[in-house]
């Protein structure tokens, strides 16, 4: 691990990734089933959002909040990202979604939940502050929740990201950036992005897509919310990626 917002696997193991939960537990568990926590070289990487679901009734965030707090501290082959989602609640920015207050309601559920607010928000914001942006392979692959930025145009223009904080602009794309908005960032972008960091391929969640999308170098994949066809990448680190397709191959499906 380069820092402790960049982490680095080297070419040998296995990797799960999985994008935005928002609260589901049962494929929460259903992932972890596929993931040998004993087996050191053996990493799964949630890519952020594991929380914010839509119904208090059936969200899943605080309970699933709780296991990954206490795996990232006893497996270091577990790994979760930043969201978008979690940092809002770092920044206090507010996120609506269907006309609600996300933040609002994730006190409310850990009211529900738990009894009380407080510590147990001041815990998960604490935990939220120890994610990772960002995942990398020695094969190739550059794994982050969103992005990529499109002002990232040399390396040191990337590692900046690492001095400033969880409002530092470039970051908040990596968090926030969608293909479909064309302001965002573009095909060209998505390439010249992987050139600065010296990495071949792209795996993003954030946007919403039917199982998964190739958009250039890059696949947005959708593993749990609003997707049918639930899709997770499960790679031997050793694998020689020299197309996307090589990278469409280690897709794995789930159908809801």
């Known amino acids: 691990m380069i820092n402790d917002k960049l982490i680095e696997l080297p070419d040998y193991g296995r990797l799960i ?119 990398t392979t020695a094969n190739g692959l550059f794994i982050s929740h969103s992005g990529p930025s499109d002002k990232v145009n040399s390396i040191e223009s990337f590692n900046k990201i690492f001095e400033g904080y969880y409002s530092d602009p470039i970051l908040q794309e990596f968090l926030w950036n969608r293909y479909t908005h064309v302001t965002d960032y573009t095909r060209a972008d998505v390439e010249r992005f992987l050139d600065v960091v010296g990495s071949k391929f792209m795996i993003v969640g954030h946007c919403p897509v039917e199982s998964y999308k190739v958009f250039s170098k890059q696949i947005i994949m959708s593993s749990s919310f609003n997707t049918r066809v639930k899709t997770y990448l499960d790679m031997d680190l050793s694998t020689e990626l020299k197309d996307i397709k090589d990278v469409q191959k280690q897709l794995k499906f789930i159908i809801d």
């Open 17 to 135: 990734v999985v994008t935005d939960l928002h609260g589901n537990l049962d494929d929460y568990n259903a992932y972890l089933d596929l993931w040998d926590e004993s087996d050191s070289d053996f990493h799964i990487v949630f890519t952020g959002d594991l929380i914010h679901g839509m119904d208090e009734r059936t969200d899943g965030s605080v309970e699933i909040l709780d296991d990954a707090i206490s795996k990232s501290k006893e497996y270091p082959n577990f790994h979760t990202l930043l969201g978008n989602h979690e940092c809002a609640h770092i920044t206090n920015d507010n996120i609506y979604k269907n006309s609600k207050d996300l933040l609002f309601e994730f006190k409310n559920l850990i009211s529900y939940k738990k009894g009380y607010i407080e510590p147990h928000l001041t815990n998960y914001i604490r935990f939220f502050k120890t994610m990772p942006y960002f995942l």
